[in-house]
């Protein structure tokens, strides 16, 4: 699939210190000689979204036609979103591990785009994804090691967030052991920023 959207969504509570952040900075800076894409950023952080609640839920299980303001209001954060991601091609994730989880705002963000009826449907059959055509990738920034053990539960919880949606088409980019000594970050972040450019060079 041909690549000419990208969506950038950072959500690091440590702005431009957070190393998520620095990767995001780096795959930006890979697309800065194609002129063939069209990038957008949003900081799901700045957006200050609440926590999803009940009123809200209830506007989107409201028609539009019968909505108050207030309803017209909430509702509106959720489609807004929900339009982003579909006006682009490639979902790049730009995530920190925080308590072996995502950002509170990132799962906030997840909660508006995420609507039954919307971007996935409930069947017989369980819910099928009605996000079609696009693929996701995530760079992930960790201060330990976590891959391949019991403790990385964010790998799993956020391919199913983009799962539900039909996003199935997903790769990592991993930056582990951040936390544990100059050297090895140094090294880990080296060999992340590599397979982002690889991956510009041979994905998009």
Same mark, same amino acid.
Request: no cysteine; glycine share 8%.
């Given at each position: 699939?041909?690549?000419?959207? @990208?969506?950038?969504?950072?959500? *690091?509570? %440590? ?9 995001? &900075? ?10 063939? @894409?069209?990038?957008?950023?949003? /900081?799901?952080? *700045?957006?200050?979204? +609440?926590?999803?609640?009940?009123? $809200? ?6 028609? +539009? ?7 017209? $209001? ?6 807004? %979103? ?11 994730? &730009? =995530? ?5 989880? @995502? ?10 785009? %995420? ?11 369980? +819910? =099928?994804?009605?996000? $079609?055509?696009? #693929? ?10 976590? =891959?391949?053990?019991?403790? /990385?539960?964010?790998? !799993? ?23 544990? !000594? $100059? +050297? %090895? #970050?140094?090294? &880990?972040? !080296?060999?992340? #920023? ?5 991956? =510009?060079?041979?994905?998009?």
């Amino acid at each position: 699939m041909a690549v000419r959207n @990208i969506l950038l969504v950072t959500a *690091s509570i %440590l702005g431009e210190h957070g190393q998520s952040r620095a990767l995001a &900075a780096h795959f930006k800076a890979q697309l800065e000689e194609r002129d063939d @894409i069209r990038l957008t950023e949003r /900081d799901v952080v *700045s957006l200050d979204l +609440p926590h999803l609640d009940g009123a $809200e839920m209830a506007s989107w299980m409201t028609a +539009p036609d019968e909505r108050d303001a207030a309803q017209h $209001e909430l509702a509106a954060r959720s489609e807004t %979103l929900i339009e982003e991601v579909l006006a682009h091609d490639l979902i790049v994730l &730009a =995530v920190p591990l925080y308590n072996l989880g @995502i950002p509170s705002q990132l799962k906030a963000w997840f909660d508006r785009i %995420l609507r039954a009826g919307k971007t996935f449907k409930y069947t017989e059959n369980g +819910p =099928v994804g009605l996000v $079609e055509g696009k #693929r996701g990738l995530i760079l992930a920034a960790r201060g330990g090691q976590y =891959v391949g053990t019991a403790l /990385d539960t964010q790998t !799993g919880h956020v391919n199913s967030l983009l799962g539900l949606m039909g996003i199935q088409d997903t790769d990592w980019i991993y930056a582990e052991g951040l936390n544990m !000594g $100059e +050297p %090895l #970050r140094d090294h &880990a972040m !080296g060999e992340a #920023r590599q397979a982002v450019a690889h991956y =510009v060079t041979e994905r998009l």
